[in-house]
């Protein structure tokens, strides 16, 4: 579904992507591991076309490199950013209803279905967005690019400063995405979730991936672990 | 003393709304694209001189109507254009480029109409006295003015509170690219912005090119202050935009009415000597004469207690 090869990408001068080859089938959940300050948000962000990359992206067969974000996530790449960039001053619906696209037909993901995951969210539905906890603000960004129809899903570190029960409900959410046919690329510090939920991982280190393979590969890799991930 | 308060207020409150009319358009551009556009007061210039040329052919209401949209379309190719590449350069070449702009449209209209003041007239199905209080006769078309803005100030509210472009550009204003990544075209919607934005100034331009005096100055009469409103308000906030305008209007109207000083308050200077020769002349000194500098002092208040404005919440 999506082909990474060759990616390179800029701030300024720093070379942060030097090379990325990666990829995420149909219905399938990868995970991208590493330290901070290796590029793996940055990776995200050249595939939604901010920083412009260099280099082969392809998603259902479609280069998309150098086009604009607005115009790649129409093509059905959802993005959900580490600082969640939800509209403090608009009401939960209405960020909710900043997720459907102009144009858009039936989606695999409606407002009565957040409602029903997240009733927490519902009786709040009026209320600004800006005044949700962090959790909720996290369940109300990923639902909001939900409500797009993406058919690949792209989240940054959505547990990050969250409570270890919110941790649990985040986890069960991506499964349930994952149900929908909906693939997803995770950017994730904890190794526990992204562990349990992926079904293939990539390993970064310095603008490159270090490291391909399955849950159990990486398990099993201790040199891999000491190296790129183990602080 | 009723009579000069009651037509203050209804002065200030007009001058408030036109500034209100072009800060209103300023604000929303600066909190979505991070651009002060230094030449948003020229287009409230080039709309009063359209507005004065298109009534000399097809008459007034066609120059209400008309002149803003051309504005609106100019406006659009500046940005399209213009700005959006000069926007990759990074927001001092973007002053230069809209300070450069003010220049480029001030010469033309100088070429087009002359440095001196256009015959630009009251229309004549407007031009009567709309009520009499005491002796002080009011004009109707005044009162025609403050109409079209508070008309026109709801309208934007409607827009930008019922309809989905009005929901977009409201997203825009905290988190731009996430609206983007979201999959609406965002520099489209820029485009209209700033059409939308520089029409309203241009509206402003066409109801006080009549009152004022349609010149080739004017922009830079009004630039100043508008900029001062923008800054008390806070950058970014259209409440603040609102509040500010009509704050300066009053405060600018009220100031010219309330002709007194401090003599006139408290007497004859109680100092006496040397002193009292020194500060005599600050202690004769009118409301009236100080009323220009009264917004730039606000401003430099303002920056200096709350440097975010009245109510500005953006802290870029």
Redesign the interface.
């Known amino acids: 579904m999506l082909n990474v090869r060759d990616l390179h990408a800029y701030y300024g001068k720093s070379h942060i992507l030097q090379g990325v080859n990666m990829s995420v089938g149909a219905n399938e959940i990868v995970s991208i591991l590493g330290r901070n300050g290796v590029g793996r948000s940055t990776t995200l962000k050249a595939i939604?076309g901010?920083p412009v990359p260099r280099g082969d992206v392809e998603f259902k067969q479609q280069k998309i490199a150098g086009r604009?974000?607005?115009e790649i996530?129409?093509l059905g790449i959802g993005?959900v950013?580490e600082e969640r960039?939800i509209?403090?001053?608009?009401t939960v619906e209405?960020n909710l209803?900043?997720?459907i696209?102009?144009g858009q037909k039936e989606a695999r993901w409606s407002i009565e279905e957040t409602w029903k995951l997240f009733p927490q969210l519902r009786e709040r539905a009026n209320a600004p967005g800006g005044a949700l906890s962090g959790g909720e603000q996290q369940m109300l960004t990923i639902c909001?690019?939900l409500m797009?129809n993406p058919d690949l899903i792209m989240i940054d570190e959505p547990t990050e400063g969250l409570a270890p029960q919110m941790v649990e409900r985040i986890g069960d959410l991506l499964q349930e995405v994952a149900r929908r046919g909906i693939s997803i690329l995770l950017v994730e510090q904890r190794l526990a979730i992204a562990m349990r939920i992926s079904h293939r991982l990539y390993v970064m280190g310095h603008g490159q991936m270090v490291f391909e393979g399955t849950p159990d590969d990486l398990t099993a890799n201790q040199d891999i672990r000491r190296e790129w991930l183990e602080v | 003393m009723f009579e000069i308060l009651f037509i203050s207020t209804i002065n200030g409150v007009l001058y408030g709304m036109l500034l209100f009319l072009m800060a209103s358009g300023l604000t929303v551009i600066f909190s979505m694209m991070g651009v002060l556009n230094l030449a948003h007061a020229s287009f409230y210039m080039l709309g009063a001189f359209f507005g004065f040329e298109i009534t000399l052919h097809m008459g007034f209401w066609a120059g209400l109507v008309f002149a803003p949209l051309i504005v609106a379309g100019i406006g659009m190719v500046v940005e399209r254009y213009g700005l959006r590449h000069v926007h990759r350069h990074g927001h001092v070449a973007e002053l230069l480029f809209t300070f450069g702009l003010t220049f480029v449209i001030q010469e033309v209209v100088e070429m087009v109409w002359g440095k001196l003041p256009v015959d630009y007239r009251v229309p004549a199905s407007l031009d009567f006295s709309a009520f009499t209080v005491f002796a002080t006769t009011y004009p109707a078309f005044k009162i025609f003015a403050l109409l079209v803005s508070v008309v026109i100030f709801l309208a934007l509210l409607m827009v930008i509170r019922r309809t989905r472009i009005g929901l977009i550009v409201q997203a825009a204003l905290s988190h731009p690219d996430m609206v983007g990544m979201l999959g609406h075209n965002v520099d489209r919607v820029f485009m209209l912005v700033f059409g939308v934005g520089v029409a309203l100034a241009a509206v402003a331009g066409v109801i006080a090119g009549p009152v004022l005096v349609t010149q080739s100055n004017m922009a830079g009469l009004l630039g100043p202050i508008l900029f001062v409103v923008v800054v008390v308000g806070g950058l970014g906030s259209l409440g603040g935009a609102f509040v500010a305008s009509l704050l300066i209007g009053l405060v600018q109207t009220y100031a010219v009415a309330f002709n007194i000083s401090l003599a006139d308050v408290f007497g004859s200077s109680p100092l006496s000597g040397d002193v009292a020769f020194y500060l005599d002349d600050l202690w004769n000194v009118t409301v009236a004469q100080v009323a220009p500098i009264l917004p730039y002092l606000l401003l430099v208040l303002i920056l200096i207690f709350r440097p975010r404005g009245l109510m500005g919440t953006n802290n870029r």
């Open positions: 939604m901010n604009k974000p607005h996530a129409r993005y950013p960039a509209f403090p001053m608009l209405q209803l900043l997720g696209k102009s909001r690019t797009g």
